[in-house]
């Protein structure tokens, strides 16, 4: 506790004396309503991002080609690695030569960056820690499964590993302070990438045997007390299930299984984390948040990353580690409206850093940004776009560019919507005040000839409310009818639909869609691979 007020007071000093100095403070988040904001340079900042693949931030003479594409897609920020192995390739020697590439890269093509440390885990797997840790096992142990067999995964429970990373992460937030406190090209830090154990769900080296069995750490249990109305339902299961005990070791506490092995390690992942981010922060408190592969497709811990920052461990991972900022989710499953939900939970701000490559991403962008207030959104293997002027992100990312003043002053206000169609939901439903929106696939209309479903792209919109009649729908591929719940026979009609576009937060219309347009003030419609901001407002008649 007394670290964390410690670390807190360093943090608003580092702010204050940014400002007196005259230069913006560093990156910090800021809350906004029900949302959490990223402010850079003192401004609500919306992460237009997209994420490199492994190798390519090593490449060094192909940054600047690289980096001038994610221009042409319209992201305001890369997802880059910082790699432990290039950073200090010999025990105690830098070279921030990777490091000091991808800052310029990013100043010249006007981007931000997010340096993701792929540090002691990466994908579970330690690959990334230098030779000179992976070679020297005896100093650096690795985990081991329930049978003894060594893994690829440096244990968490092992203090020279813990040194070594903190060391090396230390170095890295130090040499970000020195080259990049007043240009502010870096502004948030993923520490680590998809910490998870995998073969067993826990780990069985004789420190992490002998912790098992010891009490739970009272600070966890004092975390359980004060926030058993909001903890995640699998855990507070397991905690009323063995009778809300506030004494014992993890068994008795949670009973046997491997959801109380998976409770455990992730106690202990964030411990080690904390110590590594909140070293990291006291030399250049940037943002820090951690990323998770997801357990779907109906596997047990072991089986899949387990105790990794996932939704279900969101209680455990703030208990442990206070100095992480945020837990976020790597899409790469089915069900992209519920993982987010599932993120955006008990002020958990939501953070997409990896969303497997595909074209829907465009629409899935603006859902993030609609429906969860985002901070950000970033796919994968950006890089692969081969011509950013025809790929969809593209363009809705142009959309989100200009819409981003408007969405930063109101997100957190309760002024937006957002949703996804697609050949199985046609049709959805959006209630405000006393108006209801309709929105159907654009293929529905009457007119359009493509029957198959099986062949309709997602599509969607983003809704946003400027005032009681008054609203604007930015996406592709929808129809909107408006209505109203009203039981008094008023009807809702379209008084204008502007299409429009937005300079610095400023609506300017481009030109008024009516007739055959609006197919006569019956809807307000934006083509099937056509994206539009358009400004419509309503009336009521009888
Ligand atoms: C998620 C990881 O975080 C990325 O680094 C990458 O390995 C992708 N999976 C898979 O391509």
Not at 466 to 479: Q, Y
């Amino acid at each position: 506790m007394k670290r964390t007020i410690a670390l807190w007071c360093i943090i608003a000093l580092f702010g204050c004396y940014s400002s007196l100095q005259g230069q913006p403070r560093i990156p910090y988040l800021a809350k906004q309503g029900a949302a959490t904001q990223l402010m850079v340079a003192d401004k609500p900042f919306l992460m237009l991002g997209g994420e490199l693949g492994n190798s390519t931030a090593s490449a060094l003479a192909e940054l600047d080609n690289v980096f001038a594409k994610l221009q042409q897609i319209n992201l305001n920020t890369v997802l880059t690695p910082a790699y432990w192995e290039l950073i200090e390739p010999e025990e105690g020697k830098f070279d921030f030569t990777s490091i000091d590439a991808a800052i310029n890269a990013a100043r010249t093509h006007n981007l931000k960056i997010v340096f993701l440390w792929f540090g002691s885990w990466k994908n579970s797997m330690s690959c990334y820690a230098p030779a000179w840790v992976k070679e020297n096992y005896k100093n650096y142990p690795r985990a081991v499964t329930e049978s003894g067999k060594p893994l690829e995964i440096m244990s968490a429970f092992n203090q020279n590993n813990l040194e070594a990373d903190k060391r090396a992460f230390v170095q890295l937030m130090k040499h970000i302070a020195t080259t990049d406190k007043e240009q502010q090209t870096v502004i948030m830090v993923q520490v680590e990438n998809e910490i998870g154990m995998l073969g067993s769900a826990r780990e069985y080296t004789p420190e992490a045997n002998k912790l098992f069995k010891a009490d739970v750490p009272k600070p966890l249990i004092d975390y359980l007390l004060k926030n058993k109305k909001t903890l995640r339902p699998q855990l507070f299961k397991q905690w009323e299930t063995n009778g809300f005990k506030t004494k014992g070791n993890w068994t008795s506490i949670f009973g046997e299984g491997l959801e109380t092995e998976e409770f455990f390690m992730a106690w202990h992942y964030g411990l080690y984390v904390q110590e590594i981010a909140q070293a990291g922060k006291q030399v250049y408190p940037l943002p820090m948040y951690l990323n998770a592969a997801l357990n779907s497709r109906g596997r047990k811990a072991g089986q899949y990353p387990s105790a990794g920052p996932l939704a279900h461990l969101l209680d455990i991972w703030r208990a442990a580690a206070p100095a992480i900022d945020f837990l976020s989710p790597d899409i790469y499953d089915p069900g992209f409206e519920d993982w987010l939900a599932q993120y955006h939970v008990n002020g958990n701000p939501l953070f997409v850093p990896e969303i497997r490559f595909h074209n829907a991403n465009a629409i899935r962008a603006l859902y993030a940004f609609g429906e969860h207030d985002a901070m950000g959104f970033s796919p994968f293997s950006i890089e692969d776009v081969a011509e950013p002027e025809k790929y969809p992100l593209t363009h809705s990312y142009n959309m989100l560019q200009q819409l981003s003043p408007l969405l930063a002053k109101i997100q957190g206000k309760g002024q937006t919507n957002s949703i996804i169609l697609t050949g199985e939901t046609k049709e959805k439903v959006v209630n405000r005040g006393n108006y209801t929106f309709t929105f159907t696939h654009f293929f529905s209309l009457p007119w359009e000839n493509n029957k198959d479903v099986s062949t309709w792209n997602e599509t969607g919109a983003i809704l946003i409310q400027l005032s009681e009649k008054e609203f604007i729908v930015a996406g592709s591929g929808v129809v909107v009818t408006f209505g109203n719940t009203r039981k008094d026979g008023t009807i809702t009609g379209i008084s204008s639909i502007d299409e429009v576009e937005l300079q610095d937060g400023k609506m300017l219309p481009l030109r008024r869609l009516n007739g055959d347009q609006d197919h006569q003030g019956r809807h307000l419609r934006i083509p099937v691979d056509g994206w539009s901001i358009q400004h419509v407002k309503l009336y009521d008649y009888k």
